[in-house]
């Protein structure tokens, strides 16, 4: 048995707006993870250029947190074996032009950078990302 992990997921603002919650968390369920914590929030800016401060020397970054802060957001934590990994295949490559069809950003996506889900990269990522959103405990 592998070892149960804890990821975080942000449907975005474009997915909100879509009408793709149910679609896009029914899709975590499937896979047979739990969703254990749920919250839809309005990102302030500031959390959200902490969130995305690796990229805040990129070109996009403006376009980013405009999009992410552009309407309320769901924030879960999915927990499993190798959620991580699992919820990273179930929503697909960043870029939609190139996340495969079938996936979350495959099946919905069209142009960055909407593409309707952001998830935890690694387990210190998730810690952090967790804490971040729905505080320590
Ligand atoms: P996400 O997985 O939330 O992590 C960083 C986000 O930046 C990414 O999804 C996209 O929304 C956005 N992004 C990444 N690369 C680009 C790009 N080249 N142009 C515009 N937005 C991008």
């Not at 970054?61 to 991580?84: D, H, K, Y």
């Not at 996936?103 to 950078?113: H, K, M, T, V």
């Amino acid at each position: 048995m592998s070892q149960v992990e804890q990821t975080f997921v942000m449907i975005k603002p474009e997915a909100v707006q879509r009408g793709l919650i149910g679609e896009i968390l029914s899709r975590f369920e499937r896979k047979g993870l739990k969703i254990t914590r749920l919250a839809m929030k309005q990102i302030e800016p500031s959390v959200a250029e902490v969130h995305y401060r690796h990229h805040r020397d990129k070109p996009f970054f403006p376009g980013l947190i405009e999009a992410i802060t552009a309407g309320p957001v769901v924030l879960a934590v999915i927990e499993g074996p190798q959620a991580i990994a699992h919820v990273r295949n179930l929503i697909g490559a960043t870029n939609p032009l190139q996340a495969v069809p079938g996936s979350i950003r495959g099946d919905f996506a069209n142009e960055l950078p909407y593409n309707m889900v952001h998830a935890s990269d690694g387990p210190e990522t998730a810690r952090e990302e967790i804490a971040r959103f729905f505080g320590e405990e």
